[in-house]
Every structure is written in structure tokens, then in C-alpha cells.
């Protein structure tokens, strides 16, 4: 009882709290600036970033420890709906938001927009269509939600295998991502960092569950929207006057147009190899660029990590309004990658457009080159010497930097324009520091929406009906630890391919999920029979896609040809190459295959869509499938109908009542 | 349960829930349909069509989800079927 006092003293005072946490985080970036202008070296400001903002996330993970089970799953269902707006914010956004987002919109210009509008707008549909109704059901996963619905254990098996395929591979991607921002930008060992953003996860989750893991994630907001928005309000302001750079890069946007057309002019660009900045579909066609956006979208709205954030709000109105904060927070962000963007383009173009001899490139350039993140002429910038030589390969290259010469990798973007700017590194330790809270406030959200699958709806659910609360915290913790340590190790192998696998989760969890779960609440006369064939189907024609396209190219166009958008001419490439495979023996047949292979994957599609959207398959496939199944079964009991209308009505109890939970309040 | 004002609620939120998806489908898609168009005008040295996608659609979303919730929130009690404060 002296718990819950305390409890809901530290409720009430949360915004007295987190003011003192966000003072104090100024504090120690003003501390850590004075200490580099006395001399203090840039590896020892890096550190001190790292380790003590992971420090205070350990330590409000172990204040947070918890032995109920409400407060393990769903943080009591207490967290206000601003704060919980906050910690879906920094859920949400990935290392990969934090760090490419703004690299992938300087690449690609206005079609790299699709992924600003598809990560935020399926909040829209979270909020309409999903949220409240499962906050009213009173649910502690989502596969909970699929069991009493749909008749049982068989849906949530289902739901359970769509929740891990979309999960592990994208928190995999999250312990890559803090292995790669502490080696690359605070020149720390990879593997070090990886066991070392391991350790933070889990001192942060272990413990405390949901609860930790909240209170953890507002906090390591706060740190990743500081840290992203510092450097571009400096820029804004020392370029503009204004420190509004979401108001400013207009201007950007104009010079950037300008240069454009003086470097095509000067021939400093080849006019095939320029995207304008602001022209449509360089990139994307119309239907890949609009599909990709559905696929975001729904996939947002039916990813778990993110709709168990609602089940720890107050009430159904919290869990609406919670929505809303969550996307404006999110909202703080992406519409400042743009601005990001093109204030980085503006830079490096102004470069080239002065026509700079090679001798005379700036420092950066060197910093990321070093790293592997900055070529020029096709070699990795090292230095003066070897940018020289490499474009001294290039015929006719009159020794001075052409557009076409330069390659930045999309990571380079965020994290080089406080030295771009000429900031002191202070500013470039607080970004990395971001970077970090980003991934790991993701990665702490995605292994507990795992963990919970395993130890609630497995463990708890269908193996040990009758097990303790002890027993079911112990269990939660212990599968909590070893999903963290294997994807840790998996993280640490470097696997290229789960990087690329990550854009799939938003497929697979929208074509494996999203139908089952809106029709579940809007249309009663949805069956049993209809969701199991609607998941299925859903999720096997869309994983189907995604890895028939991307590992079985050959075969999957041999089948679908009569389907694919490619070429003539492609098409004809296709069928020497295999010709050539066929011809082939010895070593020389592997090196065939590999080439075919490569080209099938230009062509293995059905009407052109890339796999990265393989839901816009999937979901009317699942939709489909759930309608008429379900219309040729008979229809759901009275019981569960009379459920369907009670989950419609926010008055009332929760539908679902943890006997445990139950008895400790 | 499901008398009269209980229809009555779901047919509100039902309205509710399908204008809003309208909203959507408009700032997701519809809009962007038109960039060609829309990039030939120049607000602040945004072209129109580019600023729609980068930020306008994304001020939409965030307005609509407010007025989304205090709407909900106005059916529920019109209809006695909010929770208690």
C-alpha cells in the first residue's frame, strides 16, 4: 500500500520530474562544453555521452522495478496521455529515423517524402480505427486481443508468428545501429558498443517491464529531440537570422534550385545524374511511391511494440488523446528532416558549384571518408593524396570536384552538419547521443512487445494456464534476456541482410495483422475460420513476395513473368544471362549465377511494385479472404458479439481481467 | 446494451470514424496526386506540391487527431457512454 502512495506521488509530479531531468541534460551538455574548450580530448566528451546518458536510463529502469504484473505489462495503466505520447515518440522513432531519414530525403528530394508521410500518417488509423477499442478491452498484448475474439489459441499462435517476424529482424537493426554510432562517431569498438547498448536494454526492461520501459522512454525523448533539432537551429540561425529551420530551408530549397541549373551549365553535373530537389517521381514512379506510403502507414498502425503503448493509458479518452500527442511528438521530428536535408545540400552543392580543386576539399569530407561513408571517384576519401589518384583513373577529369564524383552515405547527413557548420564537437557528441537514445528506446519497446508474446501468450497462455504471478514474472524476465543476448549476437555478426529486412516489418505486420484487427472490432460478423485463412493468406502471399523477389529472383520470374513491368530490354538480359549460366561450368557457372541473379532481382515483380510495399498484396488478399470466409461460416456466438459491442463503448469495465492483477489491488 | 442510444453511438462514431478516414485518404494520397500542379506555386520558397509532402499533410494529421479525440469524446458523453472523469 506504501508502493501505491509513492506511486502516485511520482504521477502527480511527473512534470516537476522531467523539467529537472531536461535542466539537468542542458547542465551536463553545458558542463561537457566547457570541459572541451579547457582541452578536454573529443574521444573523452564522446564517452561521457554515451556512458552517462545510458547510466541515467539504467538508473530510472532499476528505480522503476516492478513485481506486478499489471505494472510489468502495461505499466499499471496509469501513464498520463502526454507522457505517453512522449514514450511512443521515442519508441517509434529508430535509430534509423534519428540517423538516414534525413540522409535518404538528400538522396532521393521530394520522393524520399514517402517515408516522412507513411511514419506519421497511420497514426490517423491507429487513433479511427484501432486504439481505443483495444485500450477497452483491456488486453496485455495484442495476440491477446486475436485469442478472445477469434475463438482461442489457434489466432493467437498466429498473431504471435506475425508479431516475432516483424519484430526481431527490426530489433536487430536497432543494437546494429548503437554498435554503429558509438564505433563510428565516438570511434569505439562495434562489438564493445553492441554489449554495451545490451547492457542499457536491459537494465532498463528487466525489471520494471512496461514500467521502466515507459518512464525510460520519455526520458531518452527528451535527450533525441534536443539533440536533433540543436544543430539545425544553429544553422537556421547563423544562415537566416531566423532560428525556425522548418520555416527557413524555403530559401534553401531556392538556392538549391539555382544551383542546380548553374552546375548542369558549368558541366560540374551531368544533367542525367541530377534529381532536382523538388521534382516529382525522379526516383519512384507514381504507383511505388504512393504504395509505399500505404504500406507505412498501415503497417504503423498494426506494428505491436507501438498499439501496446495504448494499453497503458488511464482511460479510452487517454488513449485517444494519447494518439494525438504521440504523433505530434513524432510530428517534431520528421517535419525537421527536411530542413536537415536540404541545408546539407545547399552546402555541398555551393561546394561544387565553386568549382573547388581537388587539393582544396573540405576536412569533413576526410573525417567520413576514413569511415567509409564519403567517396569520391568511386574510393573511400582518405586524404588529399587518394582522392587525387582515384579521379586521376576517371578519363578527362579536369581535377575538380563534379557532383557525379561524390557519393555520401545516407548516415552522413545528421551526424556531420555540426561540423559542417563548425560547431564544436560537443554539439556532434549530443547528436550521437540521440542517435543512441533512439535506437535503444525502439529496441527496449520491440524486445518487450517480444518477450511478453513469449512469456503471456505462450508461456502463460498455452503452456501454464495455472503458473504463479512469481512464476510469470521470473519467466517474463528470463525470455526477456535471452531474446536481448540473440539479438545482440545477431547484431554483432554484422548480418547485411536484416538491415535490408527491416523495411519488411511494416509489410509483414501490415498485411498479417492490420485486417484481422479492424475487422475485428468494426464488422462482428467476422469469424474464427475467416481471421485464421485472412491472416494466412495475408501474411504467405506477403512474405511470399518479399523474399520470392529478393533470394528466389530466378524462379519467381520464371513463374510471373507474364506479370512483370520489366523492359523488353531487361527481359532480353535476362534470358542471355541465363543462357550464359546454363553454358557455363566450373568456377565460372557461380559467377554466372550471381549475375543472373542479380538481374532477375530487376525484374522479379508483379507489375512493378517493389517488395519493400509487398503488403499492397497482402492486405486486400487478407481482407478478402476474412469476408468470405467468414460469410460461409457460420457467425460468431452471441457471447462474442455482445464482447465486440462491449469493446465499442468506452463506459464500463475492461473486457479482459488479469486474475492476479485482480487480486493484488 | 445495444437499445436505441447504443445504435444511436455507434452510428455517430461510425460517421465520426469515416469522415476522418476520408481526411486521410485526402492528405495521404489525393493531394499529393496534384504535386506537378501544385509545385508551380511558390509560398516562402516552398513550391506548393513538395511543401504539402513535407510538412502540410503532416499538420493535417496532427490537427485532425485533436479535433479527433474532443469530437469522440463529445459522442461519448452526448450519448452516456464516456467513462467517468
Request: aromatic share 14%; net charge neutral; charged share 10%.
Given at each position: 500500500?506504501s508502493?501505491n502512495?509513492?506511486?502516485?506521488?511520482?504521477?502527480?509530479?511527473?512534470?516537476?520530474?522531467?523539467?529537472?531531468?531536461?535542466?539537468?541534460?542542458?547542465?551536463?551538455?553545458?558542463?561537457?562544453?566547457?570541459?572541451?574548450q579547457?582541452?578536454?580530448?573529443?574521444?573523452?566528451?564522446?564517452?561521457?555521452?554515451?556512458?552517462?546518458?545510458?547510466?541515467?536510463?539504467?538508473?530510472?529502469?532499476?528505480?522503476?522495478?516492478?513485481?506486478?504484473v499489471?505494472?510489468?505489462?502495461?505499466?499499471?495503466?496509469?501513464v498520463?496521455?502526454?507522457?505517453?505520447?512522449?514514450?511512443?515518440g521515442?519508441?517509434?522513432?529508430?535509430?534509423?529515423?534519428?540517423?538516414?531519414?534525413?540522409?535518404?530525403?538528400?538522396?532521393l528530394?521530394?520522393?524520399?517524402?514517402?517515408?516522412?508521410?507513411?511514419?506519421?500518417?497511420?497514426?490517423?488509423?491507429?487513433?479511427?480505427?484501432?486504439?481505443?477499442?483495444?485500450r477497452?478491452?483491456g488486453?496485455?498484448?495484442v495476440?491477446?486481443?486475436?485469442?478472445?475474439?477469434?475463438?482461442g489459441?489457434?489466432?493467437?499462435?498466429?498473431?504471435v508468428?506475425?508479431?516475432i517476424?516483424?519484430?526481431?529482424?527490426y530489433?536487430?537493426?536497432?543494437?546494429?545501429?548503437?554498435?554503429?554510432?558509438?564505433?563510428?562517431?565516438?570511434?569505439?569498438?562495434?562489438?564493445?558498443?553492441?554489449?554495451?547498448?545490451?547492457?542499457?536494454?536491459?537494465?532498463?526492461?528487466?525489471?520494471?517491464g512496461?514500467?521502466?520501459v515507459t518512464?525510460?522512454?520519455?526520458?531518452q525523448?527528451?535527450?533525441?529531440?534536443?539533440?536533433?533539432?540543436t544543430?539545425?537551429?544553429?544553422l537556421?540561425?547563423?544562415?537566416y537570422?531566423?532560428?525556425?529551420?522548418?520555416?527557413?530551408?524555403?530559401?534553401?530549397l531556392?538556392e538549391?534550385?539555382?544551383?542546380?541549373?548553374?552546375?548542369?551549365?558549368?558541366?560540374?553535373?551531368?544533367a542525367?545524374?541530377?534529381?532536382?530537389h523538388?521534382?516529382?517521381?525522379?526516383t519512384?514512379?507514381?504507383?511505388?511511391?504512393?504504395?509505399?506510403?500505404?504500406?507505412?502507414?498501415?503497417?504503423?498502425?498494426?506494428?505491436?511494440?507501438?498499439l501496446?503503448?495504448?494499453?497503458?493509458?488511464?482511460?479510452?479518452?487517454?488513449?485517444?488523446?494519447?494518439?494525438?500527442?504521440?504523433?505530434?511528438?513524432i510530428?517534431?521530428?520528421?517535419?525537421?528532416?527536411?530542413?536537415?536535408?536540404?541545408?546539407?545540400k545547399?552546402?555541398?552543392?555551393?561546394?561544387?558549384?565553386?568549382?573547388?580543386?581537388?587539393?582544396?576539399?573540405?576536412?569533413?569530407i576526410?573525417?567520413?571518408?576514413k569511415?567509409g561513408?564519403?567517396?569520391?571517384?568511386?574510393?573511400?576519401a582518405?586524404?588529399?593524396?587518394?582522392?587525387?589518384?582515384a579521379?586521376?583513373?576517371?578519363?578527362?577529369h579536369?581535377?575538380?570536384?563534379r557532383l557525379q564524383?561524390?557519393?555520401?552515405?545516407?548516415?552522413?547527413?545528421v551526424?556531420?552538419?555540426?561540423?559542417?557548420?563548425?560547431?564544436?564537437?560537443?554539439?556532434?557528441?549530443?547528436?550521437?547521443?540521440?542517435?543512441?537514445?533512439?535506437?535503444?528506446?525502439?529496441?527496449?519497446?520491440?524486445?518487450?512487445?517480444?518477450?511478453?508474446?513469449?512469456?503471456?501468450?505462450?508461456?502463460y497462455?498455452?503452456?501454464?494456464?495455472?503458473?504463479?504471478?512469481?512464476?510469470?514474472?521470473?519467466?517474463?524476465?528470463?525470455?526477456?534476456?535471452?531474446v536481448a543476448?540473440?539479438?545482440?549476437?545477431?547484431?554483432?555478426?554484422?548480418?547485411a541482410?536484416?538491415?535490408?529486412?527491416?523495411?519488411?516489418?511494416?509489410?509483414?505486420?501490415?498485411?498479417?495483422?492490420?485486417?484481422?484487427?479492424?475487422?475485428?472490432?468494426?464488422?462482428?460478423?467476422?469469424?474464427?475460420?475467416?481471421?485464421?485463412?485472412?491472416?494466412?493468406?495475408?501474411?504467405?502471399?506477403c512474405?511470399?513476395?518479399?523474399?520470392?523477389?529478393?533470394?528466389?529472383?530466378?524462379?519467381?520470374y520464371?513463374?510471373?513473368?507474364?506479370?512483370?513491368s520489366?523492359t523488353?530490354?531487361?527481359q532480353?538480359?535476362?534470358?542471355?544471362?541465363r543462357?550464359?549460366?546454363m553454358a557455363?561450368?566450373?568456377?565460372?557457372k557461380?559467377?554466372?549465377?550471381?549475375?543472373?541473379?542479380?538481374?532477375?532481382?530487376t525484374?522479379?515483380?508483379?507489375?512493378?511494385?517493389?517488395?519493400?510495399?509487398?503488403?499492397?498484396?497482402?492486405?486486400p488478399?487478407?481482407?478478402?479472404?476474412?469476408?468470405?470466409?467468414?460469410?460461409?461460416?457460420?457467425?460468431?456466438?452471441?457471447?462474442?458479439?455482445d464482447?465486440?459491442?462491449?469493446?465499442?463503448?468506452?463506459r464500463?469495465?475492461?473486457?479482459?481481467?488479469?486474475?492476479?492483477?485482480?487480486?493484488?489491488? | 446494451?445495444s437499445?436505441?442510444?447504443?445504435?444511436?453511438?455507434?452510428?455517430?462514431?461510425?460517421?465520426?470514424?469515416?469522415?476522418?478516414?476520408?481526411?486521410?485518404?485526402f492528405?495521404?494520397?489525393?493531394?499529393?496526386?496534384?504535386?506537378?500542379?501544385?509545385?508551380?506555386?511558390?509560398?516562402?520558397?516552398?513550391?506548393?506540391?513538395?511543401?504539402?509532402?513535407?510538412?502540410?499533410?503532416?499538420?493535417?494529421?496532427?490537427?485532425m487527431?485533436?479535433?479527433?479525440?474532443?469530437?469522440?469524446?463529445?459522442?461519448?458523453?452526448?450519448?452516456?457512454?464516456?467513462?467517468?472523469d
Open positions: 500500500m508502493q502512495v509513492s506511486r502516485g506521488d511520482f504521477i502527480s509530479n511527473l512534470g516537476r520530474i522531467y523539467t529537472y531531468y531536461t535542466g539537468g541534460f542542458f547542465a551536463f551538455v553545458i558542463v561537457l562544453g566547457i570541459l572541451e579547457l582541452g578536454v580530448p573529443n574521444r573523452w566528451i564522446g564517452y561521457g555521452f554515451v556512458f552517462l546518458t545510458i547510466a541515467v536510463y539504467a538508473i530510472i529502469g532499476i528505480l522503476s522495478r516492478t513485481s506486478e499489471g505494472e510489468y505489462y502495461v505499466a499499471g495503466r496509469r498520463p496521455s502526454f507522457y505517453n505520447g512522449m514514450a511512443t521515442a519508441d517509434w522513432m529508430s535509430g534509423a529515423s534519428f540517423v538516414g531519414m534525413a540522409g535518404t530525403l538528400f538522396l528530394g521530394y520522393d524520399g517524402l514517402s517515408f516522412v508521410l507513411g511514419w506519421t500518417g497511420g497514426y490517423v488509423l491507429v487513433a479511427i480505427l484501432i486504439a481505443p477499442f483495444l477497452k478491452f488486453a496485455y498484448t495476440p491477446d486481443f486475436f485469442a478472445e475474439r477469434y475463438g489459441n489457434a489466432a493467437r499462435m498466429f498473431a508468428i506475425v508479431l517476424s516483424c519484430s526481431f529482424t530489433v536487430v537493426a536497432q543494437i546494429y545501429a548503437t554498435g554503429l554510432i558509438a564505433s563510428r562517431f565516438l570511434d569505439m569498438n562495434f562489438e564493445v558498443a553492441v554489449y554495451a547498448g545490451l547492457v542499457g536494454i536491459l537494465l532498463c526492461s528487466m525489471l520494471g512496461m514500467k521502466a518512464w525510460t522512454q520519455v526520458a525523448y527528451i535527450v533525441l529531440i534536443v539533440a536533433y533539432l544543430p539545425i537551429i544553429i537556421s540561425t547563423q544562415k537570422g531566423i532560428p525556425i529551420p522548418e520555416l527557413t530551408y524555403g530559401q534553401a531556392q538549391i534550385a539555382s544551383l542546380e541549373k548553374s552546375m548542369v551549365e558549368k558541366g560540374l553535373a551531368a542525367a545524374s541530377l534529381k532536382p523538388t521534382q516529382p517521381f525522379t519512384y514512379d507514381p504507383l511505388n511511391y504512393f504504395a509505399l506510403i500505404l504500406c507505412l502507414m498501415v503497417g504503423t498502425a498494426s506494428l505491436p511494440h507501438i501496446m503503448r495504448y494499453f497503458t493509458t488511464p482511460s479510452v479518452r487517454d488513449a485517444r488523446s494519447s494518439v494525438a500527442w504521440s504523433l505530434f511528438f510530428f517534431l521530428l520528421y517535419f525537421s528532416a527536411p530542413a536537415y536535408a536540404a541545408f546539407s545547399l552546402e555541398v552543392y555551393s561546394l561544387i558549384n565553386k568549382a573547388t580543386q581537388l587539393a582544396d576539399l573540405p576536412q569533413w576526410y573525417t567520413y571518408g569511415i561513408l564519403v567517396k569520391i571517384c568511386g574510393a573511400d582518405l586524404n588529399v593524396q587518394s582522392v587525387i589518384a579521379c586521376g583513373k576517371i578519363a578527362n579536369a581535377g575538380v570536384l564524383d561524390l557519393s555520401i552515405n545516407t548516415d552522413v547527413i551526424l556531420s552538419t555540426p561540423e559542417i557548420a563548425g560547431m564544436p564537437y560537443v554539439i556532434a557528441g549530443l547528436v550521437a547521443a540521440g542517435g543512441l537514445a533512439a535506437a535503444l528506446s525502439t529496441a527496449d519497446g520491440l524486445l518487450l512487445a517480444i518477450a511478453n508474446a513469449l512469456s503471456h501468450d505462450i508461456y497462455k498455452m503452456v501454464n494456464p495455472n503458473a504463479p504471478t512469481k512464476t510469470r514474472l521470473v519467466v517474463s524476465r528470463i525470455l526477456l534476456f535471452f543476448v540473440l539479438a545482440a549476437w545477431v547484431a554483432s555478426t554484422k548480418p541482410d536484416i538491415l535490408s529486412m527491416v523495411a519488411w516489418a511494416f509489410s509483414i505486420a501490415a498485411a498479417g495483422i492490420f485486417p484481422a484487427l479492424v475487422l475485428g472490432v468494426w464488422w462482428k460478423r467476422a469469424s474464427t475460420l475467416g481471421c485464421l485463412v485472412g491472416m494466412a493468406l495475408g501474411y504467405g502471399v512474405v511470399y513476395y518479399l523474399v520470392g523477389t529478393r533470394y528466389y529472383a530466378v524462379s519467381f520464371k513463374t510471373w513473368s507474364w506479370l512483370s520489366a523488353p530490354a531487361a532480353a538480359k535476362f534470358v542471355e544471362l543462357n550464359a549460366w557455363a561450368s566450373g568456377p565460372a557461380e559467377a554466372a549465377w550471381k549475375a543472373l541473379d542479380t538481374q532477375a532481382q525484374v522479379a515483380n508483379w507489375w512493378g511494385v517493389r517488395n519493400i510495399s509487398a503488403a499492397l498484396f497482402g492486405l488478399v487478407g481482407f478478402l479472404a476474412i469476408w468470405i470466409v467468414s460469410l460461409f461460416t457460420p457467425a460468431p456466438s452471441k457471447t462474442v458479439m464482447m465486440v459491442d462491449a469493446t465499442r463503448r468506452p464500463g469495465e475492461t473486457i479482459l481481467r488479469d486474475k492476479d492483477a485482480a487480486v493484488q489491488h | 446494451m437499445g436505441q442510444s447504443g445504435d444511436r453511438y455507434w452510428q455517430r462514431t461510425s460517421a465520426l470514424m469515416w469522415t476522418m478516414l476520408g481526411l486521410w485518404i492528405f495521404s494520397f489525393v493531394v499529393h496526386f496534384f504535386v506537378g500542379a501544385l509545385n508551380s506555386i511558390v509560398i516562402l520558397g516552398f513550391p506548393l506540391g513538395f511543401y504539402m509532402a513535407a510538412q502540410g499533410s503532416l499538420i493535417a494529421f496532427v490537427v487527431l485533436f479535433v479527433f479525440a474532443r469530437r469522440q469524446d463529445e459522442i461519448d458523453r452526448e450519448e452516456g457512454q464516456a467513462e467517468e
